[in-house]
Nanobody, 124 residues
């Protein structure tokens, strides 16, 4: 049984929107934060946004004002609303869960649980 399952990826034109979802089966005792990361072939995985159990959020500068991370009340589903998409947002997007240190919440090595990813392609 996979603990994190992403969905909602696809192809969209620049300026469009997509909403990613992640079904979370990681016990809340094993995680303090959920996050979205993205990666392109040959490049490092980068943190996009994170939300902790109290609802505090952190965003990568390049997505501020365009992306919104949220979770449902029972914290079993994670979302990423992506608006005003740009070609450079194209990547495989991953859902992650873990107990990151406060100053490192967008660093992938702080997360121990990962989904398999969902592809987002933005055409210019």
């Amino acid at each position: 049984q996979r603990l994190l399952v992403e969905s909602g990826g696809g192809s969209v034109q620049a300026g469009g929107s997509l909403r990613l979802s992640c079904a979370v089966r990681v016990d809340t005792a094993s995680r303090s934060s959920l996050a979205w990361f993205r990666q392109n072939p040959g490049k490092e995985r980068e943190g996009v946004a994170t939300i902790d159990n109290a609802g505090n959020t952190v965003y990568q500068d390049s997505v501020k004002g365009r992306f919104t991370i949220s979770q449902d009340n029972d914290q079993n589903t994670l979302y990423l609303q992506m608006n005003s998409l740009k070609h450079e947002d194209t990547a495989m997007y991953y859902c992650a869960a873990g107990r990151p240190r406060w100053s490192r919440r967008l660093m992938d090595r702080e997360y121990g649980y990962w989904g398999l990813g969902t592809q987002v392609t933005v055409s210019s």
